[in-house]
DNA sequence: CGGCTCCTGTCAGCGTCCCGTCAGCACGGC
DNA sequence: GCCGTGCTGACGGGACGCTGACAGGAGCCG
Protein backbone atom coordinates (compact mmCIF):
# COMPACT_ATOMS: atom_id res chain seq x y z
CA UNK A 1 0.00 0.00 0.00
CA UNK A 2 1.64 2.93 -1.00
CA UNK A 3 0.42 6.84 -0.18
CA UNK A 4 1.40 10.49 -1.12
CA UNK A 5 1.58 13.05 0.87
CA UNK A 6 1.36 16.45 -0.07
CA UNK A 7 1.69 19.39 1.89
CA UNK A 8 3.72 22.17 2.37
CA UNK A 9 3.52 22.71 6.24
CA UNK A 10 6.48 20.57 7.43
CA UNK A 11 5.14 20.02 10.61
CA UNK A 12 1.28 18.65 9.38
CA UNK A 13 3.22 16.59 6.74
CA UNK A 14 5.88 15.08 8.59
CA UNK A 15 2.47 13.93 11.00
CA UNK A 16 0.07 13.20 8.21
CA UNK A 17 3.67 10.99 6.90
CA UNK A 18 3.83 9.44 10.60
CA UNK A 19 0.42 8.44 11.14
CA UNK A 20 0.24 6.30 7.32
CA UNK A 21 3.10 4.87 8.47
CA UNK A 22 1.72 3.72 11.13
CA UNK A 23 -1.30 2.26 9.48
CA UNK A 24 0.93 0.49 7.32
CA UNK A 25 1.85 2.55 4.18
CA UNK A 26 4.54 3.37 2.50
CA UNK A 27 4.29 6.73 2.05
CA UNK A 28 6.07 9.21 -0.38
CA UNK A 29 5.96 13.63 0.06
CA UNK A 30 5.55 15.56 -1.79
CA UNK A 31 5.73 19.70 -0.48
CA UNK A 32 4.89 21.51 -3.69
CA UNK A 33 2.20 21.10 -6.70
CA UNK A 34 4.52 20.57 -9.44
CA UNK A 35 6.33 17.57 -7.53
CA UNK A 36 3.22 16.14 -6.60
CA UNK A 37 1.66 15.78 -9.84
CA UNK A 38 4.43 14.79 -11.31
CA UNK A 39 4.42 12.17 -8.82
CA UNK A 40 1.18 10.93 -8.87
CA UNK A 41 0.78 10.88 -12.58
CA UNK A 42 4.25 8.71 -13.16
CA UNK A 43 4.02 6.68 -10.42
CA UNK A 44 0.87 4.11 -8.84
CA UNK A 45 -0.69 5.15 -5.13
CA UNK A 46 -3.22 3.79 -3.53
CA UNK A 47 -4.17 6.63 -1.51
CA UNK A 48 -3.45 10.52 -2.05
CA UNK A 49 -3.45 13.22 1.15
CA UNK A 50 -3.73 16.54 -0.63
CA UNK A 51 -3.66 19.70 0.79
CA UNK A 52 -5.00 22.92 -1.82
CA UNK A 53 -2.81 25.25 -0.92
CA UNK A 54 0.72 24.87 -2.67
CA UNK A 55 3.46 26.65 -4.12
CA UNK A 56 3.91 25.84 -7.75
CA UNK A 57 0.96 24.66 -8.61
CA UNK A 58 -2.49 25.04 -6.84
CA UNK A 59 -3.75 22.02 -5.14
CA UNK A 60 -7.07 21.61 -7.04
CA UNK A 61 -5.28 22.20 -10.57
CA UNK A 62 -3.40 18.84 -10.02
CA UNK A 63 -6.13 17.16 -9.04
CA UNK A 64 -7.54 18.55 -12.12
CA UNK A 65 -4.95 17.34 -14.14
CA UNK A 66 -4.44 13.58 -12.76
CA UNK A 67 -8.40 13.58 -13.71
CA UNK A 68 -8.12 14.87 -16.56
CA UNK A 69 -5.20 12.43 -17.28
CA UNK A 70 -7.39 9.29 -16.00
CA UNK A 71 -5.75 8.69 -13.10
CA UNK A 72 -8.34 7.31 -10.41
CA UNK A 73 -6.70 6.77 -7.09
CA UNK A 74 -8.79 7.59 -3.91
CA UNK A 75 -7.86 11.07 -3.23
CA UNK A 76 -8.70 12.86 -0.05
CA UNK A 77 -8.22 16.59 0.08
CA UNK A 78 -7.93 18.98 3.13
CA UNK A 79 -9.83 22.01 3.22
CA UNK A 80 -9.94 25.05 5.25
CA UNK A 81 -12.80 24.53 8.05
CA UNK A 82 -16.01 25.59 6.79
CA UNK A 83 -15.31 26.69 3.72
CA UNK A 84 -17.95 24.69 1.53
CA UNK A 85 -17.02 26.78 -1.49
CA UNK A 86 -13.39 25.21 -1.27
CA UNK A 87 -15.48 21.64 -0.80
CA UNK A 88 -17.55 22.32 -3.77
CA UNK A 89 -14.36 22.86 -5.81
CA UNK A 90 -13.07 20.01 -4.94
CA UNK A 91 -15.69 17.74 -5.50
CA UNK A 92 -15.92 18.84 -9.08
CA UNK A 93 -12.33 18.56 -9.27
CA UNK A 94 -12.33 15.01 -8.53
CA UNK A 95 -11.87 14.40 -5.17
CA UNK A 96 -13.36 11.38 -3.05
CA UNK A 97 -13.74 12.76 0.26
CA UNK A 98 -12.47 15.91 1.86
CA UNK A 99 -11.46 16.80 5.58
CA UNK A 100 -11.39 20.25 7.49
CA UNK A 101 -8.45 21.56 9.15
CA UNK A 102 -7.84 20.95 12.02
CA UNK A 103 -8.43 17.20 12.17
CA UNK A 104 -6.89 14.55 14.05
CA UNK A 105 -4.61 12.02 12.80
CA UNK A 106 -7.27 8.98 13.65
CA UNK A 107 -10.05 11.00 12.09
CA UNK A 108 -7.62 11.03 9.08
CA UNK A 109 -6.68 7.55 8.95
CA UNK A 110 -10.31 6.50 9.82
CA UNK A 111 -11.79 8.56 6.61
CA UNK A 112 -8.52 7.46 4.38
CA UNK A 113 -9.64 3.38 5.62
CA UNK A 114 -12.83 4.13 4.61
CA UNK A 115 -11.65 5.52 0.98
CA UNK A 116 -9.76 2.24 0.52
CA UNK A 117 -12.42 0.46 1.50
CA UNK A 118 -15.15 1.57 -1.46
CA UNK A 119 -12.18 2.05 -3.84
CA UNK A 120 -12.26 -1.86 -3.54
CA UNK A 121 -8.74 -2.34 -1.79
CA UNK A 122 -9.29 -3.33 1.93
CA UNK A 123 -8.90 -1.03 4.30
CA UNK A 124 -6.38 -3.14 7.00
CA UNK A 125 -8.34 -1.37 9.75
CA UNK A 126 -7.81 -4.16 12.32
CA UNK A 127 -4.21 -4.74 13.90
CA UNK A 128 -2.94 -7.65 16.01
CA UNK A 129 -1.22 -8.05 18.61
CA UNK A 130 -0.99 -11.27 20.42
CA UNK A 131 -4.45 -11.77 21.87
CA UNK A 132 -5.15 -8.08 21.73
CA UNK A 133 -7.53 -6.92 18.62
CA UNK A 134 -7.74 -3.38 17.57
CA UNK A 135 -10.08 -2.22 15.02
CA UNK A 136 -9.06 1.80 14.13
CA UNK A 137 -12.10 2.19 12.31
CA UNK A 138 -14.72 1.02 14.39
CA UNK A 139 -12.73 2.31 17.80
CA UNK A 140 -13.12 -0.68 19.48
CA UNK A 141 -10.76 -3.08 21.26
CA UNK A 142 -10.82 -7.13 22.10
CA UNK A 143 -8.89 -9.16 24.22
CA UNK A 144 -8.56 -12.66 24.29
CA UNK A 145 -11.84 -12.03 21.68
CA UNK A 146 -14.16 -10.34 24.46
CA UNK A 147 -14.76 -7.29 23.46
CA UNK A 148 -13.63 -3.93 25.61
CA UNK A 149 -15.72 -1.28 25.69
CA UNK A 150 -13.06 2.03 25.82
CA UNK A 151 -14.17 5.87 26.92
CA UNK A 152 -13.03 8.12 23.94
CA UNK A 153 -10.63 9.39 26.26
CA UNK A 154 -8.88 5.84 26.98
CA UNK A 155 -8.95 4.96 23.10
CA UNK A 156 -7.37 8.26 22.20
CA UNK A 157 -4.72 7.50 24.78
CA UNK A 158 -4.22 3.77 23.42
CA UNK A 159 -4.29 4.93 19.78
CA UNK A 160 -1.37 7.27 20.66
CA UNK A 161 0.81 4.79 22.49
CA UNK A 162 0.06 2.08 19.44
CA UNK A 163 0.81 4.58 17.05
CA UNK A 164 3.89 5.43 18.52
CA UNK A 165 4.91 2.07 19.50
CA UNK A 166 8.77 1.63 19.70
CA UNK A 167 9.08 4.30 21.49
CA UNK A 168 8.00 5.60 25.11
CA UNK A 169 5.83 8.56 25.87
CA UNK A 170 7.01 11.10 28.07
CA UNK A 171 3.86 11.30 30.32
CA UNK A 172 3.85 15.87 28.97
CA UNK A 173 3.25 14.48 25.68
CA UNK A 174 0.38 12.04 26.21
CA UNK A 175 -1.01 14.90 28.35
CA UNK A 176 -0.71 17.53 25.63
CA UNK A 177 -1.77 15.19 23.08
CA UNK A 178 -5.12 13.66 25.29
CA UNK A 179 -5.82 17.74 26.61
CA UNK A 180 -4.14 20.28 24.78
CA UNK A 181 -4.45 22.45 27.36
CA UNK A 182 -2.40 21.78 30.38
CA UNK A 183 -5.22 22.45 33.30
CA UNK A 184 -5.09 19.10 34.67
CA UNK A 185 -3.08 17.65 37.31
CA UNK A 186 -0.31 15.17 36.45
CA UNK A 187 -2.66 12.87 38.32
CA UNK A 188 -4.82 12.65 35.02
CA UNK A 189 -3.06 10.89 33.01
CA UNK A 190 -2.38 8.13 35.71
CA UNK A 191 -6.15 7.67 36.22
CA UNK A 192 -6.88 7.11 32.64
CA UNK A 193 -3.63 4.61 32.33
CA UNK A 194 -4.58 3.07 35.23
CA UNK A 195 -8.55 2.63 34.22
CA UNK A 196 -6.98 1.10 30.63
CA UNK A 197 -5.34 -1.28 32.44
CA UNK A 198 -7.65 -2.20 34.34
CA UNK A 199 -9.80 -2.98 31.25
CA UNK A 200 -7.32 -4.12 28.97
CA UNK A 201 -5.39 -6.77 31.73
CA UNK A 202 -1.64 -6.51 31.59
CA UNK A 203 1.00 -6.85 29.05
CA UNK A 204 -0.47 -3.62 27.30
CA UNK A 205 0.49 -0.47 28.56
CA UNK A 206 3.95 -0.44 30.14
CA UNK A 207 5.58 2.01 32.55
CA UNK A 208 8.93 3.50 32.43
CA UNK A 209 9.60 4.99 35.24
CA UNK A 210 11.24 8.55 35.24
CA UNK A 211 10.24 8.47 31.30
CA UNK A 212 6.94 7.71 30.68
CA UNK A 213 4.71 4.73 28.94
CA UNK A 214 5.04 2.55 26.14
CA UNK A 215 2.80 0.25 23.97
CA UNK A 216 3.90 -3.31 25.04
CA UNK A 217 3.46 -5.46 21.28
CA UNK A 218 4.06 -8.73 23.01
CA UNK A 219 1.31 -9.66 25.10
CA UNK A 220 1.53 -11.76 28.29
CA UNK B 1 -30.68 2.33 -23.75
CA UNK B 2 -33.03 5.43 -23.52
CA UNK B 3 -32.10 8.89 -22.40
CA UNK B 4 -34.54 11.72 -22.12
CA UNK B 5 -32.91 15.37 -21.89
CA UNK B 6 -34.87 18.32 -20.45
CA UNK B 7 -33.94 21.54 -20.87
CA UNK B 8 -35.36 24.71 -22.31
CA UNK B 9 -32.75 26.19 -23.54
CA UNK B 10 -32.85 24.90 -27.51
CA UNK B 11 -29.54 25.34 -27.67
CA UNK B 12 -27.64 23.45 -25.04
CA UNK B 13 -30.88 20.79 -25.66
CA UNK B 14 -29.40 20.41 -28.80
CA UNK B 15 -25.95 19.76 -27.70
CA UNK B 16 -26.58 17.52 -25.41
CA UNK B 17 -28.87 15.49 -27.06
CA UNK B 18 -26.00 14.98 -29.90
CA UNK B 19 -23.97 13.93 -26.76
CA UNK B 20 -26.21 11.38 -25.57
CA UNK B 21 -27.00 10.05 -29.24
CA UNK B 22 -23.17 9.98 -30.06
CA UNK B 23 -22.80 7.91 -26.65
CA UNK B 24 -25.40 5.32 -27.90
CA UNK B 25 -28.13 6.63 -26.13
CA UNK B 26 -32.07 7.03 -28.31
CA UNK B 27 -32.59 10.32 -26.68
CA UNK B 28 -35.58 11.71 -26.53
CA UNK B 29 -36.27 15.83 -25.35
CA UNK B 30 -38.21 17.59 -23.48
CA UNK B 31 -38.08 21.89 -23.44
CA UNK B 32 -40.95 22.42 -20.18
CA UNK B 33 -42.00 20.59 -17.05
CA UNK B 34 -45.23 18.92 -17.39
CA UNK B 35 -44.34 17.52 -20.90
CA UNK B 36 -40.93 16.03 -19.11
CA UNK B 37 -43.22 14.52 -16.41
CA UNK B 38 -45.18 13.30 -18.09
CA UNK B 39 -42.80 11.56 -20.56
CA UNK B 40 -40.86 10.57 -17.41
CA UNK B 41 -44.03 8.91 -15.51
CA UNK B 42 -45.29 6.75 -18.75
CA UNK B 43 -42.24 5.57 -19.91
CA UNK B 44 -39.17 3.56 -18.80
CA UNK B 45 -35.87 5.64 -19.09
CA UNK B 46 -32.31 4.67 -18.44
CA UNK B 47 -31.19 8.27 -17.96
CA UNK B 48 -32.67 12.09 -17.64
CA UNK B 49 -30.73 14.73 -17.57
CA UNK B 50 -32.81 17.11 -16.00
CA UNK B 51 -32.70 21.38 -16.14
CA UNK B 52 -34.19 23.14 -13.42
CA UNK B 53 -35.36 26.27 -14.71
CA UNK B 54 -38.16 24.92 -16.56
CA UNK B 55 -41.45 27.12 -17.89
CA UNK B 56 -45.28 25.16 -16.77
CA UNK B 57 -43.39 23.17 -13.92
CA UNK B 58 -39.93 23.46 -12.25
CA UNK B 59 -37.61 21.02 -12.29
CA UNK B 60 -37.38 19.63 -8.95
CA UNK B 61 -41.37 19.60 -8.84
CA UNK B 62 -40.94 17.14 -11.50
CA UNK B 63 -37.52 15.06 -9.96
CA UNK B 64 -39.80 15.28 -6.80
CA UNK B 65 -43.30 13.85 -8.32
CA UNK B 66 -41.72 11.05 -10.34
CA UNK B 67 -39.82 10.01 -6.91
CA UNK B 68 -42.92 9.82 -5.15
CA UNK B 69 -44.77 8.29 -7.86
CA UNK B 70 -41.79 5.44 -7.90
CA UNK B 71 -39.93 5.60 -10.66
CA UNK B 72 -36.43 5.28 -9.89
CA UNK B 73 -34.10 6.09 -13.11
CA UNK B 74 -31.10 7.66 -12.67
CA UNK B 75 -31.42 11.70 -13.07
CA UNK B 76 -28.28 13.85 -13.68
CA UNK B 77 -29.35 17.69 -12.65
CA UNK B 78 -27.83 20.77 -14.34
CA UNK B 79 -27.56 23.05 -11.90
CA UNK B 80 -26.50 27.56 -11.37
CA UNK B 81 -22.61 27.28 -11.00
CA UNK B 82 -21.76 27.32 -7.28
CA UNK B 83 -25.40 27.23 -6.26
CA UNK B 84 -25.07 25.11 -3.56
CA UNK B 85 -28.21 25.53 -1.79
CA UNK B 86 -29.96 23.91 -5.77
CA UNK B 87 -27.93 21.40 -5.23
CA UNK B 88 -28.59 20.51 -1.35
CA UNK B 89 -32.49 20.39 -2.24
CA UNK B 90 -31.66 18.30 -5.88
CA UNK B 91 -30.22 15.69 -3.88
CA UNK B 92 -33.26 16.06 -1.35
CA UNK B 93 -35.61 15.64 -4.06
CA UNK B 94 -33.83 12.19 -5.28
CA UNK B 95 -31.29 13.52 -7.73
CA UNK B 96 -28.86 10.95 -8.15
CA UNK B 97 -25.86 13.38 -9.24
CA UNK B 98 -25.74 16.76 -10.38
CA UNK B 99 -23.87 19.08 -12.60
CA UNK B 100 -23.08 22.50 -12.70
CA UNK B 101 -23.43 24.97 -15.57
CA UNK B 102 -21.41 25.75 -17.70
CA UNK B 103 -20.49 22.18 -18.58
CA UNK B 104 -18.26 20.47 -20.99
CA UNK B 105 -20.07 17.51 -23.03
CA UNK B 106 -17.07 14.98 -21.90
CA UNK B 107 -18.14 15.77 -17.96
CA UNK B 108 -22.04 14.96 -18.57
CA UNK B 109 -20.65 11.94 -20.31
CA UNK B 110 -18.61 10.88 -18.04
CA UNK B 111 -21.20 11.62 -14.81
CA UNK B 112 -23.92 9.87 -16.89
CA UNK B 113 -21.80 6.84 -17.27
CA UNK B 114 -21.11 6.80 -13.57
CA UNK B 115 -24.96 6.88 -12.85
CA UNK B 116 -25.43 3.96 -15.26
CA UNK B 117 -22.57 1.69 -13.35
CA UNK B 118 -24.04 2.69 -10.06
CA UNK B 119 -27.48 2.02 -11.40
CA UNK B 120 -27.30 -1.03 -13.08
CA UNK B 121 -23.61 -2.66 -11.76
CA UNK B 122 -22.86 -5.28 -9.30
CA UNK B 123 -23.53 -1.98 -6.68
CA UNK B 124 -26.87 -4.18 -5.53
CA UNK B 125 -29.05 -1.42 -5.35
CA UNK B 126 -30.90 -3.00 -2.93
CA UNK B 127 -28.74 -4.36 0.85
CA UNK B 128 -30.09 -6.47 3.62
CA UNK B 129 -28.90 -6.39 7.15
CA UNK B 130 -31.06 -8.97 9.13
CA UNK B 131 -34.46 -7.93 9.03
CA UNK B 132 -33.04 -4.55 7.83
CA UNK B 133 -33.62 -4.22 3.85
CA UNK B 134 -32.43 -0.77 1.98
CA UNK B 135 -33.21 0.36 -1.51
CA UNK B 136 -30.63 2.79 -2.21
CA UNK B 137 -32.32 3.60 -6.06
CA UNK B 138 -35.62 3.87 -4.39
CA UNK B 139 -34.62 5.52 -1.40
CA UNK B 140 -36.90 3.15 0.73
CA UNK B 141 -36.35 1.17 3.99
CA UNK B 142 -38.34 -1.95 5.00
CA UNK B 143 -37.76 -3.26 8.81
CA UNK B 144 -39.01 -7.15 9.59
CA UNK B 145 -40.70 -6.51 5.87
CA UNK B 146 -42.98 -3.03 6.91
CA UNK B 147 -42.02 -0.21 4.83
CA UNK B 148 -40.86 2.62 6.52
CA UNK B 149 -41.09 6.10 5.42
CA UNK B 150 -37.96 8.45 6.17
CA UNK B 151 -38.08 12.02 5.24
CA UNK B 152 -34.98 13.43 3.13
CA UNK B 153 -33.19 14.05 5.73
CA UNK B 154 -33.74 10.92 7.88
CA UNK B 155 -32.91 9.17 4.87
CA UNK B 156 -29.27 10.73 4.01
CA UNK B 157 -28.04 10.72 7.44
CA UNK B 158 -29.31 6.86 6.77
CA UNK B 159 -27.57 6.43 3.90
CA UNK B 160 -24.60 8.01 5.15
CA UNK B 161 -23.95 5.79 8.05
CA UNK B 162 -24.61 3.18 5.38
CA UNK B 163 -21.96 4.33 3.28
CA UNK B 164 -19.73 4.49 5.56
CA UNK B 165 -20.70 1.15 8.14
CA UNK B 166 -17.52 -0.41 9.79
CA UNK B 167 -16.59 3.14 11.35
CA UNK B 168 -17.92 5.41 13.34
CA UNK B 169 -19.27 8.48 11.68
CA UNK B 170 -18.03 11.52 13.99
CA UNK B 171 -20.99 14.28 15.00
CA UNK B 172 -19.26 16.97 13.32
CA UNK B 173 -18.61 15.26 9.69
CA UNK B 174 -22.19 14.39 9.82
CA UNK B 175 -23.68 17.79 10.59
CA UNK B 176 -21.63 18.61 7.13
CA UNK B 177 -23.00 16.17 5.54
CA UNK B 178 -26.02 17.01 5.87
CA UNK B 179 -26.10 20.13 5.96
CA UNK B 180 -22.74 21.68 4.93
CA UNK B 181 -22.84 25.23 6.29
CA UNK B 182 -22.50 24.95 10.37
CA UNK B 183 -25.15 27.31 11.95
CA UNK B 184 -26.86 24.25 13.05
CA UNK B 185 -26.96 23.98 16.74
CA UNK B 186 -25.42 20.59 17.75
CA UNK B 187 -28.64 19.11 18.67
CA UNK B 188 -30.59 19.26 15.60
CA UNK B 189 -28.59 16.33 14.42
CA UNK B 190 -29.66 14.09 17.81
CA UNK B 191 -33.41 14.99 16.98
CA UNK B 192 -32.67 13.80 13.49
CA UNK B 193 -31.06 10.38 15.19
CA UNK B 194 -33.80 10.26 17.88
CA UNK B 195 -36.92 10.49 15.12
CA UNK B 196 -34.54 7.95 13.02
CA UNK B 197 -34.34 5.50 15.57
CA UNK B 198 -38.11 5.94 16.70
CA UNK B 199 -38.92 4.65 12.69
CA UNK B 200 -36.61 1.77 12.46
CA UNK B 201 -36.14 0.57 15.68
CA UNK B 202 -33.16 -0.61 18.10
CA UNK B 203 -30.40 -1.97 16.27
CA UNK B 204 -29.63 -0.14 13.15
CA UNK B 205 -28.09 3.46 14.54
CA UNK B 206 -25.51 3.02 17.46
CA UNK B 207 -24.07 5.06 19.54
CA UNK B 208 -20.45 5.48 20.42
CA UNK B 209 -20.23 8.21 23.19
CA UNK B 210 -17.56 11.28 22.62
CA UNK B 211 -17.03 9.43 18.95
CA UNK B 212 -20.38 9.64 17.12
CA UNK B 213 -22.83 7.32 15.47
CA UNK B 214 -22.61 4.23 13.42
CA UNK B 215 -24.44 1.70 11.32
CA UNK B 216 -25.04 -1.55 13.28
CA UNK B 217 -25.22 -4.34 10.64
CA UNK B 218 -26.13 -7.01 13.60
CA UNK B 219 -29.82 -6.05 13.66
CA UNK B 220 -31.54 -6.97 16.79
C1' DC C 1 -55.34 32.98 -0.95
C1' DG C 2 -56.27 30.26 3.24
C1' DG C 3 -56.12 26.11 5.67
C1' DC C 4 -53.93 21.78 6.29
C1' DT C 5 -50.19 18.57 6.89
C1' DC C 6 -45.71 17.31 7.35
C1' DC C 7 -41.00 18.41 8.25
C1' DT C 8 -37.41 20.01 11.23
C1' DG C 9 -34.68 23.24 14.35
C1' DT C 10 -34.80 24.77 18.98
C1' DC C 11 -35.45 24.40 23.81
C1' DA C 12 -35.65 22.56 28.44
C1' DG C 13 -35.35 18.69 31.34
C1' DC C 14 -33.38 14.44 32.60
C1' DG C 15 -30.59 10.21 33.16
C1' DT C 16 -26.26 8.16 32.49
C1' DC C 17 -21.70 7.75 32.25
C1' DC C 18 -17.24 10.19 32.40
C1' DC C 19 -13.29 11.57 34.48
C1' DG C 20 -10.63 14.83 37.45
C1' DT C 21 -9.58 15.09 42.09
C1' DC C 22 -8.24 13.44 46.48
C1' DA C 23 -6.23 10.49 49.87
C1' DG C 24 -3.89 6.54 50.81
C1' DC C 25 -0.91 2.74 49.37
C1' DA C 26 2.89 -0.02 46.89
C1' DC C 27 7.19 -0.21 45.14
C1' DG C 28 11.88 0.91 43.77
C1' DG C 29 16.20 3.51 44.46
C1' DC C 30 19.64 5.02 47.40
C1' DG D 1 14.32 3.03 56.30
C1' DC D 2 13.10 7.12 53.79
C1' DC D 3 11.63 9.60 49.95
C1' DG D 4 9.79 10.09 45.51
C1' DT D 5 7.31 8.28 41.88
C1' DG D 6 3.51 6.06 40.31
C1' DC D 7 -0.91 3.18 41.22
C1' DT D 8 -5.53 2.52 42.99
C1' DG D 9 -10.36 2.96 44.82
C1' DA D 10 -13.98 6.17 45.90
C1' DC D 11 -16.66 10.10 44.98
C1' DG D 12 -19.01 14.03 43.15
C1' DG D 13 -19.55 17.57 39.66
C1' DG D 14 -20.48 17.96 35.14
C1' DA D 15 -20.49 16.87 30.27
C1' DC D 16 -22.85 14.25 26.89
C1' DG D 17 -26.60 12.50 24.62
C1' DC D 18 -31.81 11.35 24.57
C1' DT D 19 -36.51 12.71 24.58
C1' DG D 20 -41.00 15.19 24.27
C1' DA D 21 -43.04 19.48 23.25
C1' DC D 22 -43.48 23.37 20.42
C1' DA D 23 -43.45 26.64 16.63
C1' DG D 24 -41.96 28.41 12.23
C1' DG D 25 -42.02 27.28 7.54
C1' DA D 26 -42.54 24.87 3.21
C1' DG D 27 -45.39 22.25 0.24
C1' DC D 28 -49.97 20.79 -1.22
C1' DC D 29 -54.83 21.22 -2.10
C1' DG D 30 -59.04 23.25 -2.55
Known sequence: MRALAVEDDERIARDVAAALEGAGFRVERAADGETAWFLGDTEDFDLVVLDLGLPRMDGLSVLRRWRAAGRDMPVLVLTARGSWQERVEGI????????????????????????????GGLGAAVQEFGDLVVDLNRMSVARAGVPVNLTALEWRALAYLLLNRARVVPPGELLEHLYGDDDREANALEAVIARLRRKLGDGVVGTRRGFGYFFEGTSG
Chains 1, 2 share one sequence.
Open 92 to 119: EAGADDYLPKPFRMEELLARARALMRRA
